[in-house]
């Protein structure tokens, strides 16, 4: 699964709700002298063949995470 390097706005505004909610799982970590690392575990949905089971992976590194907290607070009007 990939380390985010870089966020991209798309040129639209359109999109829908997914129709599932998944709990998250997340932790930190160092590697190679890359750190720290968050990384964010989505399971699959209850009606999934395997509930719960790590689905998707994203992982977050200083820069991105930056890149995320602003658009967060761009977004959610947050200070």
């Known amino acids: 699964m990939p380390l985010i ?3 991209v706005r798309m040129d639209t505004t359109s999109g829908s709700l997914h129709p599932t909610q998944v709990e998250a799982r997340f932790k930190v970590f160092e590697r ?3 750190g720290p690392i968050l ?24 820069t991105s995470a930056e ?13």
């Open 39 to 62: 990384q964010i575990d989505t399971g699959g949905s209850q009606t999934r063949e395997n509930p719960g089971k790590v689905s998707q992976t994203f992982q977050l590194s200083r």
């Open 32 to 34: 190679d002298g890359h």
């Open 5 to 7: 390097t870089k966020l």
């Open 67 to 79: 890149a995320l907290w602003k658009l967060l607070g761009e977004t959610f009007h947050l200070k």
